[in-house]
């Protein structure tokens, strides 16, 4: 018996069938639209979208490349409108320009590859009595932040000898933000943005740090070190330093600077989700997406304050600069001798235990013997490995209940686990050769979130249900859906988890699902979408009336390229492949799955 069309509150839906179809399908009787294609121009002056006449200025008015992390915020005083804020990772200039030749790329290409990264603020609009939307052009507060825009860096490493470069002798300001992959949304109406996989931009890396976050010794794929010596780190050690930060934006102030918080550290931030202490403090979690790198959270010193007057917003713009740093420790309570590597559950039916948080820096003061508080925030995954952090199957996005405060923690896959010379499996990384991932569920001791401690179990062992190795939180596998390389992770409004995958290592499309966390039907897991040839589900964003969704890299298949295309979506054959927000709602107008 596979799933059905009955489920938790919430997950009421007929599930999509595992497909290779170049499309999104959604589930019978919901219907969909393109909310927003890379290079629709949302900036006064820019020019309709045309893929042989691209060029830089045009591309930095225009939606960026890649759509990742999605943020719906509300716009008061305008009806049938919400703020859009997307994340535009990376560009994939094979699929971007007709003929391009990665040996020779040409500075109007790299150009407009700088400005089509970073972020996007869009306006979008609602159609009266759907859940389709639509970008409003020109709407003052929508926005485009580069590869070359400046950004302010903030908190405790803010002006470090570590952070300061020829141009920028004060070590505060910084050009760009790259590869942004997941996010956040925070309780004070400003927005998160992980910056992951920065060492591609970066050539000729020559320390140990630089090899610690998997920068090269040579030239990059990119090339972009021809055309800006700031990507030359023979030339510019530090400029590296000042990317794999976490940024705050105020969406909410066009002109406002975005800032860099060195406070939350420095490594491949996937994603980072505050929730609030009873006493209004910020505690932020994060993954270190990077096989046998870690978990992390933030806990604020200061409170929120609510409201929304310019002394309120001000003061919430330092929560995230005061505060003490945390690494996670994962202890199993099962004998090590049942952890076999295979997948199979110890002898007590559950891969679990218990957990502490090691405090590695607060403000100016170090925890970690050997490290500076500066040297701690931007070599981080130093500090990780010299405190005994637990090494982790790659965690992607960290997502807190907002109803039950449990945090969830997508472990998206780790293929050198237990290989010759690298760490075997443990009770919370539990397969060798982890191909389809994990999703952890961590209960902070006393439910409060600056604990110091916690316990965690296995939520889902990713995998086709028959596979024995696969758990979905001891729900009958017999009717739930196949899901492989859990990513990006969301929460709707009745507490189900919503999950979106990178890689499904199964045979067929991503997609995103949704699972029960409580009640008798914890553990139900349920697919909603599937996205086209190549393409990763990003983003998602759960309304009562509608689902978001981030296509990102449509089309991305080896020996893919705008001749050869291995995807025509969204616009059909003969057109390029773009990457796209999808909305989806339900056609009789009710919520979703109710
Ligand atoms: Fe950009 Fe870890 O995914
Ligand atoms: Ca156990
Ligand atoms: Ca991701
Ligand atoms: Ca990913």
Redesign the pocket.
């Known amino acids: 018996q596979k799933p059905g069309a009955s489920g938790a509150r919430g997950l009421r839906f007929s599930p999509v069938a595992p497909n290779k179809d170049d499309k999104v399908t959604v589930p019978d009787g919901y219907a969909q639209n393109v909310v927003i294609r890379w290079g629709e121009p949302i900036l006064r002056g820019a020019p309709a979208f045309d893929p042989d006449k691209q060029t830089a200025k045009a591309q930095a008015g225009q939606f960026g490349y890649n759509n ?1 992390f999605l943020s719906l915020l509300p716009l008061r005083g305008e009806r049938g409108r919400q703020v859009m804020v997307a994340n535009h ?1 990376y560009t994939d200039e094979i699929l971007m320009f007709r003929g391009y030749d990665p040996a020779n790329p040409t500075r109007e290409q790299v150009e407009i590859a700088w400005a089509a990264h970073g972020l996007s603020v869009v306006v979008v609009q609602e159609e009266h009595r759907t859940g389709k939307l639509g970008p409003v052009n020109r709407h003052p507060l929508n926005r485009r932040l580069t590869a070359t825009s400046e950004f302010r860096m903030t908190g405790p490493a803010a002006g470090s000898t570590l952070l300061r470069t020829s141009a920028d002798r004060t070590g505060r300001k910084v050009l760009g933000t790259l ?1 942004n ?2 996010g956040g949304t925070t309780p004070w109406g400003t927005t998160l943005h992980g910056e ?2 920065f060492n591609q931009y970066f050539a000729n890396g020559t320390t140990a740090m630089h090899k610690r976050y998997g920068i090269g010794t040579g030239a990059t794929e990119r090339k972009w070190e021809r055309f800006d010596r700031r990507f030359d780190l023979a030339k510019e050690p530090n400029e590296a330093n000042r990317f794999g930060w976490v940024v705050e934006l105020d969406p909410y102030e066009p002109d406002s600077t975005p800032r860099k918080r060195t406070a939350l550290g420095r490594f ?1 931030h ?1 994603a980072a989700q505050p929730r609030l202490t009873s006493d209004g403090r910020p505690v932020v979690y994060m993954g270190d ?1 990077e096989k046998f790198d870690y978990l992390y959270k933030f806990v604020s010193s200061k409170r929120m304050k609510k409201g929304n007057s310019r002394a309120a917003r001000e003061h919430n713009l330092t929560l995230l600069d005061e505060g003490t740093l945390y690494v996670a420790k994962l202890t199993g309570d099962s004998p090590v001798n049942e952890i076999d590597g295979t997948g199979k559950l110890p002898n007590d039916g559950e891969f679990d235990g218990s957990g502490v948080w090691i405090p590695l820096a607060t403000g100016t003061t170090s925890h970690v013997p050997g490290m500076t508080a500066e040297e701690v925030y931007v070599y981080t995954r130093l500090a990780g490995d010299k405190v005994g952090a637990t090494k982790m199957d ?1 965690p ?1 996005d960290v997502e807190p209940s907002p109803r039950t405060g449990r945090v969830y923690v997508a472990l ?1 896959n780790n293929s050198d686990r237990g290989k010759e010379g690298k760490p075997g499996a443990d009770e919370a990384n539990p397969r060798n050769a982890n191909k389809h991932g994990q999703i952890l569920e961590l209960a902070e001791n006393w439910d409060d979130p600056t604990s110091d401690g916690f316990a965690w179990r296995l939520f889902l062992v990713a995998g086709d249900p028959d596979d024995p190795a696969t758990y979905f939180a001891g729900f009958p596998k017999s009717s739930v859906s196949p899901i492989s390389c859990p ?1 990006n992770v969301a929460f709707d409004a009745h507490g189900n988890l919503w999950i979106s995958t ?1 890689g499904n290592a199964l045979g067929s499309h991503d997609g995103l699902f949704g699972v029960a966390t409580h009640g008798d039907r914890r553990g139900e897991l349920k697919q909603f979408l599937t996205v086209p040839t190549g393409a990763e589900t990003c983003g998602p964003v759960i309304q009562d009336r509608r689902v978001l969704v981030a296509v990102q890299h449509p089309g991305e298949i080896d020996g893919a390229s705008v001749e050869k295309p291995a995807s025509v979506w969204p616009d059909g054959p003969g057109r390029i492949v773009r990457p796209s927000v999808v909305a989806v709602w339900r056609k009789d107008g009710r919520d979703i799955g109710v």
Do not use: F, S, V, Y
Request: charged residues 65%; proline residues 0%; negative net charge.
């Open positions: 990742d990772e590869n992959c997941a992951e996989n491949k996937e997406d790659r992607e998206t990513d990178d």
